[in-house]
C-alpha cells in the first residue's frame, strides 16, 4: 500500500498539471478568436500590448517559485515558516516593479487609448505574480489538485465577467482587463486565507530566510530564461521584418510544445527534492518527459511538412520552415531529455554548476546567432534550438547522479 500511495499521487498529481495545461490551451485556441472579433483590431491591440508587459514581468517568477517547491518538499515540517519568508521575497520583487512602472507611466505617459490598459495590466500582474506563493505552497507539498482547482475555477471566472463587460457594457481594453483584476485580487485574498488557514503562524524558532536560497538560485535562472529567448532577441534586430515574422511562427510550436515539460517539473521537483531514492524519481521524471515530450517532438518533427500546411494553409512558408523546425523540434526532444538532470541540480542546491551549465548554453547559441544568421538567415535560429539541447544533453554526466540506492529502497 505505502509503494502505491506515492505513485498514485503523482499519477493525480501530473492529471492535475496536464488538465489546467489544456484548459489554457482551450481558452487560447477557442477565446482568443472571439476577444479579437468582439473587440476589434485596435483594442485587442492594446490588450496585446499590456499581455506582453505582462510575460516579461511573469519571467521573474522563474527565480521564485522552483526553490520554494524545492524547499517546502524538502521540510514540509517547516512548511509555514518557509511560505511566509517566500510571500514576503514575492512582495519585495513585485511592489517595488510596481511601483517604479507606475511612476513610469505617470512621468512618460504613453498614448491615451493604452495608458489605462497599462496601468490595470500592472495592478493584475501584482496580484497574480504574489498568488504564486499560494499556489507554489500546494504545489510543493505535492496537493497539486488543490493549486489546480482554485486556479481554473479563478480563470474561468476571469474569462465569463470579461464576455459579460465586453458584450453588455463597452467593447474596450480596460473593459477586459478589468475583470481579471476584480477576480485576480479576490483569488489573491482567498488563497492566502486559506493556506493561512491550513498552515498557522510558525514559532519564531523555526523561521525561515528565503533571500539566500532566492539569491543564489537567481543567476541560473536567469540565464536559463535567456537561452530560451535569446533566438527571438537577436533575430527581431538581424532579420527582415517579414523572415522574423515566418520564425516566430515556428518558435510558437517549439514554445507550446516546452510547455508540455512544465507539467512534470512541477510534479517531480518537490519528490526529488524530498525524496529517500532519488534516484529512482529520476528514472521517472525521464520516463515521462520521454513519454510526454520527446515522443511528441519526435512526431511532429517527422510530420513537419503536412502538418505546416494544414495549419498555415500557406504551402510556400510550410516549405520554407518544415527544414528549421525539425532542427528545433529535435532540440526541444534533447533538452526534454536533460530536464529531469536539471531538476536534479535545482533539488540539490547545485546552484553555480546549473548556472555554468546555462551560462555556457547560452554564450554558443549567442555565437551560433551572430555568425551564422547573416548567411543562413532564420535557420541560424533553428540551429540556436539544436545546439541548446544537445549542449545541455552533453552536460548530463556532469550533474553528479545520485547514487544507486540499497535493493530495499
Known amino acids: 500500500m505505502n509503494a502505491i500511495a506515492p505513485r498514485r499521487q503523482l ?21 482568443l478568436p472571439l476577444y479579437l472579433r468582439l473587440l476589434g483590431p485596435a483594442q485587442w491591440g492594446l490588450v496585446a500590448q499590456c499581455l506582453a508587459l505582462q510575460g516579461l514581468l511573469f ?24 511560505f511566509g519568508a517566500y510571500l514576503r ?13 507606475q511612476a513610469l507611466l505617470a512621468l512618460y505617459p504613453p498614448d491615451a487609448a493604452l495608458a489605462w490598459p497599462l496601468r490595470l495590466a500592472l495592478v493584475q500582474w501584482l496580484f497574480q505574480f504574489c498568488n504564486g506563493a499560494a499556489l507554489g505552497y500546494w504545489n510543493g507539498l505535492q496537493r497539486h489538485g488543490e493549486a489546480n482547482r482554485r486556479l481554473a475555477l479563478a480563470l474561468l471566472c476571469k474569462h465569463a465577467l470579461a464576455l459579460l463587460l465586453i458584450t453588455q457594457w463597452q467593447a474596450s481594453a480596460v473593459a477586459w482587463l478589468l475583470p481579471f483584476v476584480l477576480i485576480g485580487l479576490v483569488e489573491l485574498v482567498l488563497n492566502l486565507r486559506a493556506v493561512r488557514a491550513q498552515a ?31 533566438d527571438r532577441l537577436v533575430l527581431a534586430v538581424l532579420l527582415p521584418a517579414a523572415d522574423y515574422g515566418r520564425y516566430f511562427l515556428a ?42 515530450v520527446v515522443v511528441p517532438s519526435l512526431l511532429l518533427a517527422s510530420l513537419a511538412p503536412p502538418l505546416l500546411r494544414l495549419w498555415l494553409h500557406d504551402a510556400a512558408t510550410a516549405a520554407v520552415l518544415a527544414a528549421p523546425l525539425r ?18 541540480l535545482l533539488a540539490q542546491r547545485r546552484h553555480r554548476r546549473l548556472a555554468l551549465i546555462n551560462g555556457l548554453t547560452l554564450a554558443l547559441q549567442l555565437a551560433v546567432l551572430l555568425r551564422l544568421t547573416p548567411s543562413l538567415g532564420f535557420t541560424a535560429g533553428a540551429l540556436a534550438w539544436l545546439v541548446c539541447g544537445l549542449v545541455q544533453l552533453a552536460f548530463v554526466p556532469w550533474t553528479g547522479l545520485p547514487r544507486v540506492e540499497p535493493a530495499h529502497d
Request: charged share 10%.
Open 11 to 31: 499519477a493525480l498529481n501530473l492529471l492535475a498539471n496536464y488538465g489546467q495545461l489544456l484548459l489554457m490551451a482551450a481558452v487560447t485556441v477557442f477565446l
Open 59 to 82: 519571467a521573474l517568477e522563474l527565480a521564485l517559485g522552483p526553490p520554494l517547491l524545492r524547499d517546502l518538499a524538502a521540510a514540509p515540517e517547516r512548511a509555514p515558516a518557509v
Open 89 to 101: 521575497s514575492y512582495l519585495r520583487l513585485a511592489l517595488p516593479l510596481f511601483v517604479a512602472g
Open 200 to 230: 498557522p503562524a510558525a514559532p519564531a524558532a523555526t523561521a525561515y530566510a528565503a533571500g539566500r536560497a532566492v539569491a543564489a538560485y537567481a543567476p541560473a535562472a536567469a540565464l536559463g530564461l535567456l537561452t530560451g529567448q535569446v
Open 251 to 292: 518558435a510558437t510550436v517549439v514554445l507550446s510544445l516546452l510547455q508540455l515539460q512544465m507539467p512534470i517539473q512541477r510534479a517531480f521537483l518537490p519528490r526529488l527534492a524530498a525524496a529517500a531514492a532519488p534516484r529512482r524519481e529520476l528514472r521517472a521524471m525521464l520516463r515521462a518527459s520521454l513519454l510526454l
Open 327 to 344: 532542427l528545433m523540434l529535435l532540440g526541444v526532444a534533447a533538452l526534454a531529455i536533460y530536464a529531469p538532470f536539471g531538476a536534479w
